[in-house]
């Protein structure tokens, strides 16, 4: 194979996106030959470009047009159309998260081992912004052991405008979780792929705190590393203007990202060793302090759907693998399980559990969800954290 024929299904707000870059040719040996969406109006401007459209992604997945496909459809979905795709022989790369629980995300990763030939990628684009490799550097080499980690991501406001624009949003059964799920779900990846996945954690949810809706939009949460790092994940999407910043100690000092700034205060001596040998009760090991520029991603996702089909032409080695996803949609429900049963929860989650628990809030969910059409928007501007 030397060009991908690739196929998207759904064409929202992402999947609008993808098609976009795409069309413009920013992705080089890549041809975007079928779209799918089930809503037909969604399909005519491609249409009118030539480009194969279905109504049923089953039917475009079974077109013999197609080499890949993006899934970029409503949570739910990503587990039933991620199977059957890879099962019909489809590079699949599956937008976040990879699943809406974490027992769907096992069954979508036990099929895609059963198909090792075929690339099975998640588009978790934060992987590729210059300043989160710099932390993941500075934390394989600078910062010693890990200490504490603080993420405050209150940046993530939405209005209800926003949660009425999709019948799906913010609700137990059209998409399995609020905020943790959604919004800051790309935050969990990082948490995880920069510190590892915690040992143990303690999640307070506040549902519907904000907005109408009965999901959770406000969580403030506690975790605990296997080395007895310990951290704090405060988020929501009822806060304005809110903060966006992650603070990592070692014992070799402190990086701190916000405001679009990275410093590093880099402590002369390891903390723990300092404090052992120091024969003064006040001292503090001196210090640098660094300030690390960084560039931005020109476009985080495109880079990352080069990569998924340098991938699949290539072999070369994936930036986030599908089965990496795995990670943020266990944190997301973890978090919110833990709340609702009042009770810290050891890793791995028992997912079976969760999807239990989640049903029941499916049969006894009595919200009245509003939905409105909203003006077309830019909603691209969420994108840099
Ligand atoms: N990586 C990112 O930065 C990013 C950003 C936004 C959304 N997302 C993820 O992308 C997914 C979609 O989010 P969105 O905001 O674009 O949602 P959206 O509601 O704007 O779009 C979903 C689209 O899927 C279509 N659809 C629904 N059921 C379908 C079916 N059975 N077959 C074909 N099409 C179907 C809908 O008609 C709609 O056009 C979510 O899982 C979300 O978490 C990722």
Redesign the pocket.
């Known amino acids: 194979m030397k060009q991908v024929r690739l196929g998207i299904?759904?064409?929202?707000?992402?999947?609008?996106?993808h098609t976009n870059y795409l069309l413009e040719g920013k992705i080089s040996r890549c041809e975007l030959t079928a779209v799918?969406?089930?809503?037909t109006p969604?399909l005519e401007p491609f249409k009118a470009r030539g480009i194969a459209t279905f109504?049923?992604?089953e039917d475009m997945i079974r077109s013999g047009k197609i080499d890949a496909i993006v899934v970029?459809?409503?949570?739910f979905?990503?587990t039933t159309?991620g199977i059957d795709a890879l099962q019909n022989g489809l590079h699949t790369m599956i937008?976040?998260?990879i699943s809406a629980h974490k027992a769907d995300a096992e069954k979508l990763c036990a099929v895609a081992r059963e198909h090792p030939k075929q690339v099975f990628a998640g588009?978790?684009?934060m992987r590729v912004e210059p300043r989160y490799l710099k932390i993941r550097k500075l934390i394989e080499e600078e910062l010693g052991k890990l200490v504490r980690v603080n993420w405050i991501i209150t940046d993530w406001f939405r209005t209800e405008a926003y949660y009425a624009?999709?019948g799906?949003?913010a609700t137990w059964k059209g998409e399995g979780g609020g905020v943790l799920l959604?919004q800051c779900?790309?935050q969990l990846d990082m948490l995880q792929w920069l510190c590892g996945m915690p040992a143990r954690v303690r999640g307070f949810c506040q549902l519907g705190q904000f907005h109408d809706i009965e999901v959770e939009d406000n969580v403030t949460c506690y975790l605990e590393w296997p080395n007895g790092a310990t951290g704090v994940f405060i988020s929501s999407t009822g806060e304005a203007p809110g903060s966006n910043r992650l603070e990592l100690c070692g014992t070799r000092g402190k990086v701190v990202l916000e405001n679009n700034r990275l410093t590093f205060t880099r402590n002369d001596a390891d903390m723990l060793e300092f404090s052992r040998t120091v024969k003064s009760g006040f001292a503090k090991p001196e210090v640098w302090n660094v300030e690390i520029p960084f560039d931005n991603a020109s476009n985080a996702?495109a880079s990352l759907m080069q990569n998924f089909v340098d991938a699949i032409l290539d072999g070369s080695p994936l930036t986030a693998p599908g089965y990496e996803g795995m990670g943020s949609v266990e944190l997301a429900n973890v978090l919110l399980y833990s709340s609702l049963i009042n009770q810290s929860i050891d890793l791995p989650m028992d997912g079976k559990a969760w999807e239990s628990k989640l049903n029941e809030l499916i049969a006894a969910s009595r919200h009245e969800k509003k939905v409105a059409t909203v003006q077309t928007e830019d909603?691209t501007k969420?994108?840099r954290r």
């Open positions: 299904v759904g064409l929202g707000n992402i999947g609008k996106f799918s969406d089930a809503f969604n109504e049923k992604c970029a459809t409503p949570h979905l990503h159309l937008e976040k998260p588009m978790f684009q624009s999709g799906w949003r959604n779900l790309h996702h909603f969420s994108f």
